[in-house]
Nanobody, 124 residues
Framework: QVQLVESGGGLVQAGGSLRLSCAAS????????MAWFRQAPGKERDIVAS????????YYADSVKGRFTISRDNAKNTVYLQMNSLKPEDTAVYYC?????????????????WGQGTQVTVSS
């Protein structure tokens, strides 16, 4: 079992920045790709960004390209999401997830471990 704990969410004005962190504990010896998803009220949970275990390859949803950056520090078992130029439509609960494989991808059904989520609210 792997436990994922997100932190760093909060309230920010449009144009501002936040940095989310996801700390993994438990059986972290597997070489898992990681991702951030988000879910706004009344909407489905969507991929935001993913990163391979080595960090050599990343994927971003079109809506966040150029504004968000995913990174990881395997020595600290932590994944980050730097969010800049935030918009009100970025308001959602953000979830960290661990994929079943090294490569990852945008399909939520392939992620086997999930955090509890952290709220991000962007005011206009």
């Amino acid at each position: 079992q792997v436990q994922l704990v997100e932190s760093g969410g909060g309230l920010v004005q449009a144009g501002g920045s936040l940095r989310l962190s996801c700390a993994a504990s438990g059986r972290t010896s597997g070489r898992n790709a990681m991702a951030w998803f988000r879910q706004a009220p009344g909407k489905e949970r969507d991929i935001v960004a993913s990163i391979t275990w080595s960090g050599s390859s990343t994927y971003y949803a079109d809506s966040v390209k150029g504004r968000f950056t995913i990174s990881r520090d395997n020595a600290k078992n932590t994944v980050y999401l730097q969010m800049n130029s935030l918009k009100p439509e970025d308001t959602a609960v953000y979830y960290c997830a661990a994929h079943s494989s090294y490569w990852g991808g945008p399909n939520s059904s392939e992620y086997v471990y999930w955090g509890q989520g952290t709220q991000v609210t962007v005011s206009s």
